[in-house]
């Protein structure tokens, strides 16, 4: 029998966000940039509130918008999250709240008691900061609007279901527009900084007129550490992309392009700890007191160039989407660039028998990116990747 492992499709679900209703009751609440959704809120609160004083016997109807503006999220998936949260926290935390002020009235000792214990339970539930400290809040509602009859309390909850049920409302009709450009935006800043360190180190690596000290390290290695922040704003994008889809009749056209995003940021995730992997490496060879490396600062130099031209072709160009622009050219500067890498590997290994090794397996680095980028563009569908993403190329 075989031992192998059953291969998988790569289709970049393991980076897509699980949309499970154990998530949804973490959600926080986003903040809202756009004035459109600024005057939804704005146009639900009111409405809201008009129902409720409307409906409702008691003087305002207060619970009622109140609860619209802290359940209205940005998208269907959070304002169902936000939803769940703070309906069941704050009708829960009104009803307790008003059978204790109706049993034992309003004193220090009695806000005391209703205090600790909604914030012990709310501590216990499986819920955001948000959605614990909304029956905290709600019981401080009940205590400064007084207590009132049982009926009173009861419309309380009322309100409390009103106002959510006009805030899901307002989200739905008609839901947000996923935005797919801000996630290639973080897409494109990711490609800029790495293309960006490619070039740096090409620069900077064998300028230092005098040996670098122990302990300090090339300016470029400031650019590395801040490929990780680029690709967590990435991330982040791509998770709030996913979310905007959820139960979003408004998404559904673009549903099917969140596989091929999910791969794109892995990819480019990949090539990013593979860059970062030469800039540690060159950073601890080049400007050091000692013996220089077999690869000189010119040819390492060199190779970044090539390996940046390499990028723009894979990656695309400035402004343009982070798509491969033309398959046979990706190949072609590829196999090239292979090709020198092994050259030198070669000449290194003739020439500094035994004192190549840092610099071989710097080559070695440089080479597996060069891989990478060539299986960017190319969707697996189980075949053996490796392979696959290097057509004609000497191996």
């Given amino acids: ?53 409307w409906i409702s016997p008691s003087t305002f109807g207060i619970f009622a918008p109140l609860t619209t503006l802290m359940v209205i999220g940005a998208s269907p998936w959070s304002a ?5 949260q703070r309906i069941l926290g704050t009708a829960g935390g009104v009803l307790a709240a008003s059978l204790w002020v109706n049993w034992v009235g309003i004193s220090w000792w009695s806000v005391l008691i ?42 309380r ?44 180190a090409a620069v900077e690596c064998g300028s230092h007129s005098t040996p670098i000290p122990a302990g300090m390290s090339h300016g470029f290695v400031t650019q590395s550490r801040g490929l990780r922040s680029a690709a967590e704003k990435a991330r982040s994008e791509l998770v709030s992309l996913a979310e905007s889809h959820a139960f979003n009749p ?8 969140l596989e091929d995003d999910a791969i794109r940021l892995r990819r480019l995730s990949g090539m990013g700890v593979q860059i970062r992997g030469i800039a540690g490496a060159a950073n601890l060879q080049y400007d050091r ?29 400035t402004g ?27 000449e290194l290994a003739a020439d500094h028998p035994g004192h190549v090794l840092e610099s071989v397996a710097l080559l070695g680095r440089i080479q597996y990116v060069v891989r990478q980028m060539v299986g960017f563009g190319r969707i ?15 191996r």
Avoid at 324 to 331: L, M, T
Avoid at 380 to 394: K, N, Q, R, W, Y
């Fill in 1 to 53: 029998m075989s031992s192998e492992s059953p291969r998988q499709r790569d289709d970049g679900r393991e980076i897509l966000p699980v949309l499970r209703l154990s998530d949804v009751l973490l959600q926080r609440p986003a903040a809202f940039k756009s004035p459109w959704q600024a005057l939804r809120i704005a146009v639900a609160v009111t409405a809201s509130w008009a129902v409720g004083a």
């Fill in 80 to 84: 169902l999250g936000l939803s769940v």
């Fill in 114 to 155: 209703a205090m600790a214990v909604s914030l012990l339970v709310a501590s216990r539930l499986p819920l955001s900061l948000g959605g614990q400290f909304q029956i905290p809040v709600a019981v401080l509602f009940v205590f400064a609007l007084g207590a009132g009859s049982w009926d009173r309390d009861a419309w």
């Fill in 157 to 200: 909850i009322i309100d409390v279901a009103i106002g959510g049920a006009i805030g899901i409302l307002a989200v739905y009709l008609p839901p947000s527009r996923p935005n797919p450009e801000k996630f290639e935006a973080a897409l494109q800043v990711y490609r800029e900084d790495i293309c960006g360190l490619l070039a740096t």
């Fill in 250 to 257: 408004r998404g559904r056209h673009l549903r099917a392009d």
């Fill in 289 to 317: 007191a000692g013996e220089p490396p077999a690869l000189t600062s010119d040819r390492f130099a060199s190779l970044m160039g090539d390996l940046e031209g390499l990028a723009r072709a894979a990656l695309g160009e």
């Fill in 320 to 346: 343009a989407p982070v798509r491969s622009a033309s398959a046979a050219e990706v190949d072609a500067l590829a196999a090239a660039l292979d090709t020198r890498l092994r050259r030198i590997a070669d």
């Fill in 380 to 394: 697996s569908t189980g075949e053996d990747e490796e392979e696959e993403a290097l057509p004609g190329m000497v």
